[in-house]
């Protein structure tokens, strides 16, 4: 299910939005915190960001651009001001979209729909996997967190990939032995374990200390809410 966050401060047209997301099968998450936008992108990881102009603080234009800083999650900009100098200012910040207020709910609908399907579906393989403001380049075998960069081993790149595509679902040592080794029966356990703790190690001097989890008797986990 495609999650798809509302930056929007006036609370009549979000819960709207979060309605009619909700009737069409979305998972919507409501930001309230308008100093600190890019905390609830990184923690909810959506798939889309349906995002206002005129917004306390910080106009959609700067959320817009940091966003762009870490990810190419599609940017639907919603507003009342149409004219032309913010659209093409939308647009020349990475936003994919652009619609008037007061929209057609079924027009919204399908620009979301056509966006979700260019990101998420055209392409046979997707080239990025994004996990609460990280992301793993599929292509270059990296990954980059605000900013900071790891070149990933080819150990480090499958675990990461096989946590990433089971996000909040325990992924078992078996499992990951299998992926890496393609067997479970002739490399001793304590090589995944010494190959867990040495990402755990590189992640951590970039600020993902508590990305993967260990889920005792079972395996690892990246986990929905990891903070």
Known sequence: MYKIMIVEDD???SGALKRLLLKYGYTPVVTDDFQNVMKTF???SPHLVLMDIGLPFF???H???EIRKTSHT???FLSSAADNMNLIMALSLGADDFLCKPFDSNVLVAKIAALLRRAYTFSDTLDVLQCHGAILDLKSASLSY???KLELTKNEFRILSLLFEHRGHT???EEMMQALWQSDCFIDDNTLTVNVTR???RLSDIGLSTLIRTQKGLGYIVEDNHE
Request: include cysteine.
């Open 171 to 173: 992924v078992t040592r």
């Open 199 to 201: 990402l755990r190690r």
């Open 59 to 61: 106009d959609g234009y």
């Open 11 to 13: 609370p009549t047209i």
């Open 42 to 44: 990184s923690i909810s």
């Open 74 to 76: 599609p940017v639907l």
């Open 146 to 148: 605000h900013g900071a």
């Open 63 to 65: 959320w817009c651009s």
